[in-house]
């Protein structure tokens, strides 16, 4: 798996567009699996879904929002968070989508133990979490079994703010995290980037 780091203030647009060559190149054998690490400019993304309440007031998020061919309801990608883009081929993988979250969770949670962060999972909700409070939240999406789309762990208090105006993943009531406000201490996207590059490489 080819790691490349985009850096920070990617549109979401661009994320997109490097997600669908590098699907494409998997497809046809002409370029390698990829794990694309960035930040993105601040934006709103949620599932095609009929039920989109979890956006709450649309008009007046302070962001663009774009819907998308992840599962899941509305969250936030911006500065002070890490976005990971593991485009993968599942079909070298048993062609199952649960493990691949799994696999997911399990190197984000290494990660965050790295920083002397607590986290797991929480029975029957994908992401990962410090007791009660959302740490990262994933949603992937697959085309021919080509993964695509993938996490998003707050590391910085930076990232927290623009989750006040939505329902983080439609969970009425749940509080957003950083590992900065976990660990008490600084902590850069990029050197969260390099552990979990070599984890999800693990």
Not at 24 to 53: K, M, N, W
Request: charged share 25%.
């Amino acid at each position: 798996m080819k790691v490349v780091d985009l850096g920070n203030n990617v549109d979401y647009e661009e994320g997109l567009r490097l997600q669908d060559e590098a699907v494409a190149a998997v497809l046809d054998d002409s370029g390698p699996e990829v794990l694309f690490l960035l930040e993105h400019a601040p934006v709103y993304t949620i599932g095609r879904l009929r039920d989109q309440s979890s956006l709450r007031s649309r008009e007046t998020l302070p962001h663009p929002v774009f819907e998308i061919s992840r599962g899941g309801q509305a969250t936030f990608h911006g500065p002070g968070q890490l976005v990971g883009y593991p485009v993968l081929d599942l079909r070298t993988r048993d062609r199952d989508l649960h493990a691949h979250l799994r696999r997911l969770e399990d190197a984000i949670i290494h990660t965050c133990r790295h920083f002397d962060v607590p986290a797991d999972r929480r029975e029957g909700l994908t992401g990962v979490w410090v007791e009660n409070r959302k740490l990262a939240s994933i949603g992937v999406g697959v085309r021919k079994w080509i993964s695509m789309h993938g996490f998003a762990l707050n590391v910085t208090n930076e990232s927290l703010p623009p989750f006040f105006a939505i329902t983080p993943c439609g969970l009425d009531g749940v509080s957003m995290t950083s590992i900065e406000q976990e660990c008490g201490r600084l902590v850069t996207v990029k050197e969260v980037a390099e552990v979990i590059a070599a984890e999800l490489l693990r």
